[in-house]
T-cell receptor, first 115, second 112 residues
Framework: DTGVSQDPRHKITKRGQNVTFRCDPISEHNRLYWYRQTLGQGPEFLTY????????KSRLLSDRFSAERPKGSFSTLEIQRTEQGDSAMYLC?????????????FGEGSRLTVL | QKEVEQDPGPLSVPEGAIVSLNCTYS??????FMWYRQYSRKGPELLMYTYSSGNKEDGRFTAQVDKSSKYISLFIRDSQPSDSATYLCAMNRGSTLGRLYFGRGTQLTVWP
């Protein structure tokens, strides 16, 4: 399977704990995006990388959230001191700036439940 | 006001019906317009992609963009139960200009 891969698919945690999600993009894609989606809403942009550089961060990305893409390949999204309002689906997507149309290819998502 | 507005529905139609899904937007800089389909508990998948104003057809699906009205549409002909999903419109300012802006999605059910 050469699509976008996310892990874990589902994480249940207690309020105050830290969680980390991993995303492996399509191998030839240089851009990687994180979105958050709550029930009944469209995906909300969090941040994106071009290679290892983080080019844009949403104001939704509070100080408790940090994302990295250390070698321009996989990425991690860490949420510290989780709150119940962090419960959502965290979607990763990748795209290429080389030719094509720049469309985003999404993974299956990592669902977070904060108790 | 959100930059992309989309009626969440739900929309329920019989098999074989023509379905019309719509979005409006406020940012005149948007040039690339997409429709994603999302099945329950899955990631969105790209369905249609159009640049600027005009129509694009792909099988049973037709995407329309009217930049003068800041209005985009997706039509589904001969709808099937397998089309039951949430349809998300999305757009950006350029193919290499980063983030997509999404509507909230319209939930569609096609019953046999």
């Amino acid at each position: 399977d050469t699509g976008v891969s996310q892990d874990p698919r589902h994480k249940i945690t207690k309020r105050g704990q830290n969680v980390t999600f991993r995303c492996d993009p399509i191998s030839e894609h240089n851009r990687l995006y994180w979105y958050r989606q709550t029930l009944g809403q469209g995906p909300e942009f969090l941040t994106y990388f071009q290679n290892e550089a983080q080019l844009e961060k949403s104001r939704l990305l509070s100080d408790r959230f940090s994302a990295e893409r250390p070698k321009g390949s996989f990425s991690t999204l860490e949420i510290q001191r989780t709150e119940q309002g962090d419960s959502a689906m965290y979607l990763c997507a990748s795209s290429s700036t080389q030719g094509g149309t720049g469309e985003l290819f999404f993974g299956e998502g990592s669902r977070l439940t904060v108790l | 006001q959100k930059e992309v507005e989309q009626d969440p529905g739900p929309l329920s139609v019989p098999e074989g019906a023509i379905v019309s899904l719509n979005c409006t937007y406020s940012n005149s800089a948007f040039q690339y317009f997409m429709w994603y389909r999302q099945y329950s508990r899955k990631g969105p998948e790209l369905l249609m992609y159009t640049y600027s104003s005009g129509n694009k057809e792909d099988g049973r699906f037709t995407a329309q963009v009217d930049k003068s009205s800041k209005y985009i549409s997706l039509f589904i002909r001969d709808s099937q139960p397998s089309d039951s999903a949430t349809y998300l419109c999305a757009m950006n300012r350029g193919s290499t200009l980063g983030r997509l802006y999404f509507g909230r999605g319209t939930q569609l059910t096609v019953w046999p």
